[in-house]
């Protein structure tokens, strides 16, 4: 056999340095160069230093960079199909986006490869809350202030405007200091990003209300992949599925206690009452018509409609 080609890779996350899932990449880097005796050689670029989610995709398409690690946000540029994860107050539970990973996984893997982008891992970061500045319960409440959205995604922006909110769209590397000014005082986000990023001292509130799941993925750039030699390939894939699998485990604990640290410091959970929970979801049922096909494909969003009520009738 002809010896293996060395493939360097640099890849991009929004993620900060000393997070978990940073240091989920930096040690399956460290493991892909000792698995292919040095052959894999992956650098890797936290804190949004190249970009956005969208400018790192634009980036790998055109080869400054080979690999990502990004959220839903900017796995919809990749496969449309990703936008499934957009979809608000869609599970409530673990065991439920377990089921919908295992119905809908190989469709997102395999439409991503189409699409000349290799998946390589995919794991659920955490569930979303609403982070603001001034108490929220109702959506009534929210109207009230500027929410965040990621800049490019004019078609979510839209459905806020259309159900009657505020939004600022801006790019997630100005996230923070759209804060700082004002700009924005709403964002629905992972508690362990906001610890990470400190802006809970500004967006104070945190309704205690699953929104919805950030989901994430590591990519590879499909000609960049196909460079490596198959026995390597394997090996990666072996070991970024045991790493993803720890990874996992330990992080869907992890957002419990990235609240309980920020309350030490003044972060002020409301628990919204029943009859506010179903505001929210009569809310998120208003705007099923305007997801359906413009946010979430068309076929995607039945099926998983379909899911959800075989789930319910289960329950």
């Known amino acids: ?56 995709i634009r980036k790998m398409r055109i080869g400054q960079i080979q690999g990502a690690a990004i959220t839903s ?66 959506p009534d409440d929210l109207r009230e202030h500027s929410i965040f959205t990621w800049a490019g995604d004019y078609r979510t922006a839209a459905l806020w405007e259309k159900s009657g909110f505020q939004v600022v769209p801006l790019a997630m590397t100005d996230m923070l200091s759209g804060l700082q000014t004002g700009m924005v005082n709403a964002m629905a986000f992972n508690p362990m990003y906001v610890l990470a990023q400190q802006s809970f001292g500004i967006t104070k509130y945190m309704l205690d209300m699953k929104w919805g799941m950030l989901s994430a993925a590591v990519i590879l750039d499909l000609r960049t992949w196909n460079k490596i030699d198959l026995v390597h390939q394997d090996k990666m894939i072996e070991i970024a599925n045991r790493i993803s699998t720890d990874f996992q485990r330990k992080n869907r604990l992890e957002s419990d206690e990235a609240i309980a640290v920020m309350k030490e410091y003044g972060l002020v959970v409301t628990t919204p009452t029943e009859a506010e929970f179903e505001e929210w979801k009569s809310l998120v049922e208003e705007m099923y018509p305007l997801i359906r096909g413009q946010i979430v494909e068309e076929n995607i969003f039945d099926r998983v409609m379909e899911f959800k009520h075989e789930l319910e009738a289960d329950n």
């Open 73 to 138: 946000e900017g796995l919809t540029e990749v496969n449309p199909q990703y936008s499934v994860f957009f979809i608000p107050m869609l599970y409530q539970q673990f065991s439920d986006l377990d089921l919908l990973y295992e119905k809908l996984g190989d469709d997102l893997v395999s439409n991503a490869e189409k699409n000349g982008f290799k998946v390589i891992l995919m794991v659920d970061v955490g569930w979303v809350y609403w982070f603001t500045s001034d108490s929220v319960r109702t």
């Open 1 to 56: 056999m002809l010896d293996a080609k060395k493939v360097k890779i640099k890849m991009a996350t929004l993620a900060p340095e000393g997070t978990e899932w940073h240091g989920l990449l930096m040690k399956m880097g460290q493991e892909w160069k000792k698995a292919t005796d040095g052959k894999i050689n992956l650098r890797v670029y936290p804190g949004g230093v190249v970009g956005d989610e969208r400018d790192m």
